[in-house]
């Protein structure tokens, strides 16, 4: 295993911890992107591209994207917002 | 349950699982060691075959066409059931309501934005048979020049682009039009979606035979599916907001 391939792999272990470690669901849901970030470069040091594209698309776009929709939701329901 | 109950219960499992995961790892082939033939016989078929440049590509939409075409209509699903869910719950229409943006600045630079994703997307998409890309990822990134759209400029700018009068037949012709390839190969004498059209030169924006239409027609679903669960969320959202939730 080269070391690069390494530092990727303890970077994403690390990253999965973080997300774990988050409270708070809005700072979970950026974690998270940082933790999909390690996850391309992860495919990306392994070579696999095509999936490092994917990784990026759903891990940037559409997970957070739905995440915070879902987020602002329940919020603006605690405020007295829904029922 | 007292304290020392689940502790007991907790360290028979962890015992348990720690036992499987040692054995399965201590099993597993050498790192980077790959005993499946498929991968490299695909490598080194997919340029005389299909004159692809992009071996995943042409695995995905062309020789297991129809495992994707399973996962389109997961998505195509889920994105039903999300808007299924959530407009049961609504009373009312928002399609009337404004959410300014006052920052002309904003407004300018998020409309670029929008653009380039724009442009970035069909990239994406069209070079999918010679670089890394593909229906799926561009039809995300074009779902993501809408959502921009929302962000920087006004909801209402960005209901009457996707709202779901729009992206309901988008996502549906994807969806549709991906089944609709597989049965016209099955028609003119081929296999289910079986690339019928001539591969034409290896990396070539036209190539890639009759898997480009259907990846394109991915790139549809994806970005209609995307767009739609959004656009849900989003009303959902400016719904609650201006109190215009009912039961």
Not at chain 1, 39 to 62: C, E, N, R, T
Not at chain 2, 140 to 154: G, M, P, R, Y
Request: hydrophobic share 55%; aromatic share 10%.
């Amino acid at each position: 295993m080269e070391p690069l391939q390494i530092v990727a792999m303890l970077y994403v272990a690390l990253g999965a911890l973080c997300v774990v470690l988050a409270r708070d669901v809005v700072r979970q849901a950026l974690v998270f992107s940082l933790y999909g970030f390690s996850l391309v470069v992860l495919f990306v040091v392994f070579q696999a591209p095509d999936v490092a594209l994917s990784a990026l698309v759903v891990s940037g776009i559409a997970y957070p994207l739905v995440l915070v929709g879902a987020i602002a939701r329940c919020h603006g329901q605690r405020k007295g917002g829904g029922k | 349950m007292t304290t020392r109950v689940r502790l007991a219960i907790f360290s028979s499992g962890l015992v348990l699982v720690a036992a499987l995961l040692v054995d399965g790892v201590s099993n597993l082939p050498p790192f980077g060691r790959y005993a499946g033939p498929y991968g490299d016989i695909v490598a080194r078929l997919v340029e005389p075959q299909r004159h692809m440049a992009n071996a995943v590509t042409a695995v995905v939409f062309d020789y297991r066409g129809f495992d994707t075409m399973g996962e389109e209509l997961i998505l195509f699903a889920a994105a039903s059931a999300v808007a299924l869910l959530l407009r049961e719950m609504r009373d009312h229409d928002t399609s009337d309501l404004v959410e300014g943006i006052r920052s002309d600045a904003l407004r300018g630079v998020g409309a670029l934005a929008a653009i380039v994703t724009f442009v970035l997307a069909l990239q994406v998409v069209a070079h999918g048979f010679i670089t890394p890309g593909g229906g799926f990822q561009g039809g995300v990134v074009l779902s993501a020049a809408f959502a921009l759209v929302f962000l920087t400029n006004e909801y209402r700018a960005y209901n009457r682009l996707a709202s779901s009068s729009f992206a309901e037949p988008v996502e549906a012709l994807g969806a549709g039009g991906y089944v609709f390839l597989g049965l016209l190969a099955l028609a003119l004498g081929f296999g289910f979606l079986e690339n019928f059209l001539p591969f034409g030169v290896t990396g070539r924006l036209r190539s890639g035979g009759s898997a480009a239409i259907v990846n394109w027609s991915s790139a549809l679903a994806v970005s209609g599916g995307f767009a739609l669960i959004f656009s849900e969320y989003l009303q959902e959202n400016v719904a609650v907001r201006h109190g215009r939730v009912g039961k």
